[in-house]
């Protein structure tokens, strides 16, 4: 077969280029930077000339292009971008090139693009030159960046920039360094009156979206443990929910995600049906809530004694008594998730047709009632 003729999948591309595929997946459909191909299963495929390009993109917007700007040139013209900014012929003042600025092309007099041996400045928007190591803007810049987004109301603007966090600093420094810190400084904002309602539903629809993108899972094999992801009754907060979803997606599990505000009964139903190892719960606000000790409660007598139950979320500790009382486990970072995960993981899945007797009780509740009428058949 022709060299040419070869495909490549995305997981494949993602290891090539240095980018996630939740960036390649947002720029193809954003930018439309490369056009795979289908195979017979709907998966995408990629040739050797899409992965040529993205590898330039993923440099170019390393070194402060925006992607909006270069997305649509011709492979020629991101070779000749590279080469004339590694000799630092690119603007270098002002700020980094990263968040300001980068509306407005440079003057004549402070080192605007040359254009000897450069595509046609019509064809090349002219941006500042940042030089390309992350660290120099860093996760602080990052996070300083997406907040000040987020109090203008600039989906736009927070979109870019959580994709350029995502190119240079990998998903799950994402996770720890910016996104969780960003949420929390949202929530912090919210409760202090310095976030304002609007303000936090533009930060939570950018981010769920995001995260949303990112905790599509690849390929996963077929006897990957399954992850039930959710808010218990009560909690409307969900971003730190997803956060989990995207985490443990990217370690390999089947993340089934339930969204906000689930009763304990709807939780336990959707874990049976699935298989569940584990059921992570996310408890941000209120720290009093004085049914959630009896939704944690109804919980863990419904669900079938080999699931494990994780909590964790900025209001969790307030719940330790409650938590420690059903046996479940407080995860209190991003490092406690991965390691009570891959504990997990190495014990045995809970029996589908396990069903506690006292999951009878609740004839009332239909959708459960199916459920456990199914697994009894």
């Excluded at 060299?3 to 954003?30: D, F, N």
């Excluded at 996070?143 to 920039?161: H, I, K, Q, W």
């Excluded at 009964?265 to 606000?285: C, K, P, T």
């Amino acid at each position: 077969m022709s060299e040419v003729l070869v495909k490549h999948s995305i997981k494949t591309v993602a290891r090539q280029t240095g980018l996630s595929p939740h960036v390649i997946r947002a720029w193809e459909k954003r930018y439309q930077t490369v056009r795979p191909t289908r195979s017979e299963g709907k998966q995408r495929l990629y040739s050797a000339a899409d992965i040529d390009r993205l590898t330039l993109l993923r440099q170019a917007t390393g070194a402060g292009f925006s992607i909006g700007t270069i997305a649509s040139l011709p492979l020629e013209s991101l070779q000749s971008l590279l080469a004339n900014a590694e000799r630092g012929v690119s603007s270098v003042g002002g700020s980094r090139g990263m968040t300001s600025n980068l509306s407005g092309g440079a003057s004549r007099g402070s080192g605007e693009v040359e254009e000897v041996g450069f595509p046609k400045t019509s064809d090349i928007p002219r941006f500042p030159f940042a030089v390309p190591d992350p660290s120099l803007e860093g996760a602080f810049g990052f996070l300083e960046g997406a907040f000040e987004a987020v109090l203008r109301m600039d989906a736009a603007a927070l979109e870019g920039l959580l994709e350029r966090a995502s190119v240079a600093m990998g998903q799950m420094r994402l996770l720890s360094e910016l996104i969780i810190p960003l949420v929390e400084r949202i929530g912090d904002g919210w409760l202090t009156g310095q976030v304002k309602v609007a303000q936090e539903h533009v930060a939570t629809a950018v981010l769920r979206t995001f995260l949303g993108n990112i905790a599509r899972p690849i390929a996963l094999h077929p006897r990957a443990p399954v992850l039930v992801v959710t808010t218990p009754s009560g909690q409307l907060h969900e971003l730190g929910a997803i956060i989990v979803a995207a985490a443990a997606t990217s370690m390999g599990w089947r993340v089934v995600y339930g969204g906000a505000c689930l009763p304990a009964e709807e939780i336990a139903s959707m874990s049976i049906q699935q298989g569940a190892r584990a059921v992570g719960l996310s408890i941000v606000h209120p720290t009093d809530d004085p049914v959630l000790s009896q939704e944690l409660k109804l919980l863990r007598r419904l669900l079938p004694g080999a699931t494990r139950i994780l909590v964790g979320g900025r209001a969790s500790s307030a719940y330790q008594t409650d938590i420690d009382a059903i046996g479940a486990v407080r995860v209190g970072s991003l490092e406690d998730l991965r390691s009570q995960l891959n504990q997990l993981r190495g014990e045995p899945p809970p029996a589908r047709l396990a069903v506690d007797e006292e999951v009878l009780e609740l004839k009332g509740n239909r959708a459960f009632s199916a459920v456990t009428e199914a697994l009894r058949r």
